[in-house]
């Protein structure tokens, strides 16, 4: 059977899916996937897979993408990043037979993805981009897709489509943010350049971005003329979003945690982190909950800190105080599933005098570096993390003691180092010199010096046998059968 192409790939194996479930690291995980797909999702991806890892770990392989077939479980479209294109294609042959098509990931703008050099850090390398599309889709028996996110210049962006789709790509998904757009400078989606996209090209796209509620998943496709939404957060915090629902959190929570018991095995780090995303404005109440969810290491565990909070949010609604969560700034009360928005950087108040533009530096520079004095006030979440856990923990860099450096590497030396060097240049130069450095309990030249011991005693014992079994004496005769021997003699003479 012929591969099938753009539109036909989506009207024929992906059955013309508009709500579509995206892909997230340790998020979109089977359980996750069937739990969204009974309340509307009608396509979903795997989490984002590395392709040198799958292609070298057959373990990797089979936690993360072969143990988790589910006829339940399709279309499904596997995503990995990668930035060889002999290595994607390798990756891409071995899952090809369990997904509906390969995905490259061109859009994840987190520091790993940076130092991994993939995701959006390679949108400026169309070269490389070109080369690992068309080869992929000439050697897949499955379509290829990509997922990106748009420059700040709509003509480029276009652009960048345009190129992909002539090398191969059968569907586009664009994420409407550019790359510097995360965190706490995420910012609104840009629905503009994903229509300047739709317009452009004549394969399927995906729109990604600005989707909390189906009313903007309606509104989004009406605006963009896409083919699909697609949706992440708005999904992890609300399941039954592509059925226009607002269940209560524990309903949600519960159907999950069943879902993971029917289909194990599942990482309890991922159900943690599911838990955690459905109860979060719960959490932000019921602290002592939060920290037992935290550190709870079993399924029933969870189940049980799950539980705790639903009997308190009943309470809470038999006492009548769904009323008052009206002054939270929530829409709907604290334990139904909805959208959390991050609160974004006080905008600009532009006045006629200096201070607008003040404030917008204020607003986009990051965060200023610690003070010397690293009061609890400067210093970063992680640096107070370890203060709290160490209060008389220093982060002054004038303050922190000096180490003699190591004069091979720069690393700080053992004090007692016999050759003046870190343990790891100290161990090589021990081993080649056969030495002992008992600093760093280095013992080469006693070790050395013991087997030589050994061995010498070793030929010593069998030096002494052989000599007793050379010069061992003549067994003793009987007088009589001496005589015998005697008379024998004579008689031959």
Known sequence: MAKLKGFEFWSSTLKKASFVVAPMVDQSELAWRLLSRRHGAQLCYTPMLHAQVFVRDANYRRENLYNEVCEEDRPLITQFCANDPEVFVQAALLAQDYCDAIDLNLGCPQMIAKRGHYGVFLQDEWELLEKMIRLANEKLSVPITCKIRVFKEMEKTVRYAQMLEKAGCQLLTVHGRTKDQKGAMTGIASWEHIKAVRKAVNIPVFANGNIQHLSDVERCIQETGVQGVMSAEGNLHNPALFEGRSPPV??????????????????????????????????????????????????????????????????????????????????????????????????????????????????????????????????????????????????????????????????????????????????????????????HGLRFKTKAEKQKAEQDEKKEDSATETTKSTSSPQPHLDPRTELQEQSKTQLLR
Not at 267 to 275: D, F, G, M, P, Q
Not at 321 to 348: M, N, T
Not at 369 to 376: K, N, R
Not at 389 to 416: A, H, L, S, T, V
Request: with cysteine; charged share 30%.
């Open 250 to 439: 524990w309903e949600m929570a519960e159907e999950y945690l069943e879902v993971v018991k029917q289909h194990p095995p599942c990482t309890l780090s991922y159900v943690r982190a599911h838990l955690f995303k459905l109860w979060h404005h719960t959490l932000q109440i019921h602290q002592d909950l939060r920290e037992d969810l935290a550190k709870v290491k079993t399924l029933a565990g969870l189940a049980e800190v799950s539980k705790q909070l639903r009997l308190r949010c009943q309470e809470e609604i038999a006492k009548g105080k769904d009323v008052e969560e009206k002054e939270s700034g929530l829409p709907f009360p604290h334990w139904i599933c909805q959208p959390y928005v991050r609160p974004a950087p006080k905008e600009p108040v532009a006045n006629g005098n200096s201070q607008g533009s003040e404030v917008k530096k204020t607003v986009c520079q990051k965060r200023a570096l610690e003070d010397s004095d690293g009061t609890a006030d400067t210093l970063s979440k992680n640096k107070q993390k370890k203060r709290s856990r160490n209060p008389n923990k220093n982060f002054c860099p004038e303050q922190k003691p000096k180490y003699i450096k190591c004069e091979q590497c720069g690393n700080p030396k053992g004090n007692k180092c016999v050759f003046n060097l870190c343990r790891g240049c100290c161990k090589k130069k021990a081993y080649k010199e056969v030495a002992d450095c008992p600093s």
